[in-house]
């Protein structure tokens, strides 16, 4: 397939353009600003807000699916700016759910954990979204979107852990750094999700797009955690000193909109259509990336 990748320079972009190719695909990597490689592609900056310079682009490459990871995608960014989340989250969805529905081509979009209110473990994918962050809200809208296209399919992304290929940082790279360096780290012990590593989610969508799967579908890890448990299993794993991950709780530490405390999600219908894909543990991936 000749598939166009948008957040292709992000955190997750980089794992799965590298599991296209593999397989075999055609990928025209998409950025927002940022020019250069990745993965041996060469990016190309397409500003997704700009209508007309999207649809230039897609005429112009012609993919049989596109597979947007695309978004402003921290809660503080788009409390900051609501008017850019907005028209990245939920335009930018539209304009490419809208071009693919024209030409009867395949869009996978991802979502986040963080349409739901956090009330509750272990969401389904039929429950109902009630996002309390504006982060959750613009993401849930630009759901819709894609979902009214015919063969449309939305991965609700869970939390994302593993060594950064896009040449920034992921938080647990910081973190692994600050612990070989013998400095302590804290981490909510109130927050939970169903974390799961970059290479896993990469294979996870790829597959997902491949198989003609349409709908809803969470892509989340086996296991319900916090976030410190997740950062000490892998400071475990890498033979770090566990001892330095401290624990805290949300209300210890102000914030603008409400943290969700429980986005923990039922993996089932990913179980069901994949089921062999491996997913490992949080020691596994740790050491399996980092090692």
Known sequence: MRVVLTGASG????????????SGHDVSAWSGTSVGTCEGLSLRAIELTDAGATDRALE??????VIHLAALSTADGVRRDPERGRAVNV????????WCARRGRRILSTSTDLVFDGTRPWSREDDSARPVLAY???KHEGESAVLAVPGGLVARVSLLFGPSRSGRPTYLDRTVAALK?????TFFEDEYR???????????????????????????????????????RVAV????????????????????????????????RLAA????LDRPTAERAAARLWG
């Open 273 to 276: 259509l994949l089921p062999d």
């Open 181 to 185: 360096r013998g400095e302590p780290q």
């Open 11 to 22: 955190q997750l972009g980089p794992y799965v353009a590298c599991r296209l190719m593999a």
């Open 60 to 65: 112009e490459v012609d993919p049989d699916a």
């Open 237 to 268: 794993a890498l033979g770090l000193d566990a001892g330095l991950v401290r624990a805290n709780r949300q209300g210890d530490v102000p914030s603008a909109e409400p943290r969700p405390a429980d986005v923990s999600l039922d993996t089932a």
């Open 136 to 138: 959750g809200r613009t």
């Open 91 to 98: 335009g930018a969805a539209a304009r490419l759910a809208e």
């Open 194 to 232: 169903t974390p799961l590593d970059l290479a896993t989610a990469a294979d996870a969508l790829v597959r997902l797009l491949e198989s003609g799967a349409t709908g809803l579908v969470h892509v989340g890890g086996r296991e319900r955690l916090s976030r410190f448990e997740l950062a000490r």
